[in-house]
């Protein structure tokens, strides 16, 4: 690794997180200029771009840094870059007295950058604007990606910007939608932000304020589920819940197929198989749920209807919104929610979890292996959208699963040895910070949050979300000697 190359570059994406935080500086301004919340924005901005600056200065880079950037450096600015910037993004909360810790103020900042929507938050609606808005914003920074908008902004990165794409894509591969990876960035952004910009306005056209339009907006574009209300999306009637049902569906959903859907070829969404699972299982789970929740009320109503849809596109695109209390549901249901968290969204969405494309292949190449039992000599293709699928895929897949289970393993028993929790407790927080889902059941359930956990755990479950979210590698080559080597 070229540490000179790696930590010029983090801090040159940490000043782009700095700037943004003008944005909820404004808020803090238009409410109260003289508040601890102002003073806490300028603080760390201006501490930040000087801090950055001056690194940059003791790091300084050529033209010929620039050539030649290979894997290990593209998964190690990236890492790097989402700690600093989720280090000096933690810094308002702190210095504000939005939370009583650092160590809380950066597992704020790591559940908003990760869109995990994990909260040490118990008033939610006590928080001034400034705050609840960089609350959110670090959802929607974090949701397509603080490395896909560097790439977008920095063109010097040249050829070496495919590098840190695919460090930082959500899925197995990082297609291009163009021959340059700086447009391909910009076009995904700028469907990002239609998107987000079409929500914004069906939320306001249902009554709700501009800020919390926003907010909510980037909670549901990023699959993040941090909300401005105590009580998140169950605060809000049924139109604005079946609007977020929506966006949350399509934020889930691979962005490489909207784009081709604005384009004009909707044929796309039919051909892809990953999105024919994706949309099957979330209408087989609604339906599911719908008939148990009726039975279980005597009634089938609308709402019953809208909170099994909400719940289900809650979980599997991993936002993590709630509208009803499922630690309250027949246990097969949350057994069933439970799965949602692991499978996750599309490749190439905003969600988290291991990602459908994944599991497909793991169960594809389990029964490959049954069939192969049988007839030793058949040659047996795993195929994905009528191609064969390569062995290094394959591996890949495998290993991520193989990875991710560990992980998974080690977050639970951690959290039942140093928390005392109890198993159900352990094991919904662990695969809720690693698919980056937020909410879990017991002590981490729908009504519930994490503010109870201790210092220890908050920085173990960070590490999880980080890892969750930057597809596992990018956080774990930063604890191998073989990266820091050059």
């Known amino acids: 690794m070229r540490k000179r190359l790696v930590f010029n570059l ?14 909820p500086l404004m808020w803090a301004v238009l409410d109260d200029a003289g508040s601890a919340e102002t003073r806490a924005f300028i603080v760390t901005i201006l501490g930040g771009m000087l801090l950055s600056y001056f690194m940059l200065l003791q790091l300084p880079l050529g033209e010929e840094d620039f050539s030649h950037i290979g ?31 650092y160590t809380d103020a950066f597992f704020e900042t790591v ?13 939610i609606e006590s928080l001034p604007r400034g705050i609840l808005f960089w609350r959110s914003l670090t959802h929607w920074l974090g949701g397509m990606g603080i490395i896909v908008l560097s790439v977008a902004l920095l063109p010097s990165l040249g050829r070496g910007a495919y590098q840190f794409y695919r460090a930082e894509a959500p899925g197995p591969t990082a297609e291009r939608l163009t021959p340059r990876m700086t447009e391909t960035a910009k076009t995904l952004w700028a469907v990002y932000f239609l998107f987000s910009l079409a929500e914004t306005a069906l939320l306001m056209a249902g009554g709700m304020p501009l800020f919390d339009a926003l907010c909510h907006t980037f909670g549901t574009m990023a699959t993040g589920g941090f909300s401005t209300k105590n009580a998140s999306m169950a605060a809000y009637g049924p139109y604005v819940q079946w609007v977020v049902i929506a966006f949350m569906f399509m934020a889930g959903t691979n962005f490489l197929l ?35 929740l009726a039975f279980r009320s005597g009634e089938l109503s609308e709402s019953v209807f809208r909170d099994a849809a909400f719940q289900v596109v809650a979980i599997i695109t991993t936002t993590g919104y709630v509208t009803a209390d499922f630690n309250l549901w027949p246990a097969v249901l949350q057994m069933v929610l439970v799965l949602l968290m692991f499978i996750g969204g599309c490749a190439g969405s905003t969600g988290g979890g291991m990602k459908i494309v994944r599991v497909h292949i793991a169960v594809k190449t389990g029964y490959r292996s049954i069939v192969q039992a049988i007839l030793p000599n058949a040659v047996l293709p795993v195929r994905m959208d009528s191609r064969a699928v390569s062995n290094v895929y394959i591996t890949g897949a495998v290993s991520y699963f193989v990875i991710y289970m560990v992980l998974f393993a080690l977050g639970t028993v951690f959290m ?56 596992l590698y990018s956080i774990l080559v930063l604890l191998l000697p073989l990266t820091w080597r050059k």
Request: charged share 10%.
């Open 258 to 292: 909207h784009y081709q859907a604005i384009r004009g070829r909707l044929g796309g969404f039919f051909k892809s198989e990953e999105f024919r699972t994706y949309f099957g299982t979330i209408a087989g789970c609604v339906l599911l749920f719908t008939a148990l």
């Open 416 to 471: 039942t040895v140093f928390e005392s929790a109890d198993l159900v407790t352990a094991f919904s927080a662990s695969v809720a910070s690693l698919s980056n889902i937020g909410p879990g059941l017991g002590g981490v359930g729908a009504l519930e949050n994490y503010a109870w956990i201790s210092a220890p755990g908050k920085w173990m479950l960070s590490f999880l979300m980080l890892a969750g979210r930057l597809e």
């Open 111 to 123: 559940s908003g950058f990760t869109t995990t929507g994990a909260s040490i938050m118990t008033d």
């Open 71 to 101: 894997a290990k450096d593209g998964l190690a600015v990236v890492g790097i870059s989402w700690i600093v910037a989720s280090a000096i993004g933690a810094c308002p909360f702190f210095l504000s007295g939005a939370t009583a810790t």
């Open 10 to 23: 983090a801090f040159r994406i940490n000043i782009m997180v700095c700037f943004t935080m003008l944005w």
